[in-house]
């Protein structure tokens, strides 16, 4: 089954205070609840695409399961990420 589709935010309730919890500071909560933010996924067998466009960026990331990627979030925070089959 693939998981094919495009995802768009239609609401964000207690995004807000997600983020704050995260130690995110109030700029950049400010700004991300008008992110507008918009995914394209497509999976080809193990391997995934994912298309993220937004107000601030758009950018493509493709990933495997089961490998291990980098990934830079809009801010600017870099992050690892392990998944798992």
Known sequence: MAFDGTWKVDRNENYEKFMEKMGINMVKRKLASHDNLKLIIT????????????TFRNTEIVFELGVTFNYSLADGTELTVSNFL
Do not use: A
Request: glycine share 8%; proline share 0%.
């Open 43 to 54: 999976q080809e067998g193990n391997k995934f695409t994912v298309k993220e466009s937004s």
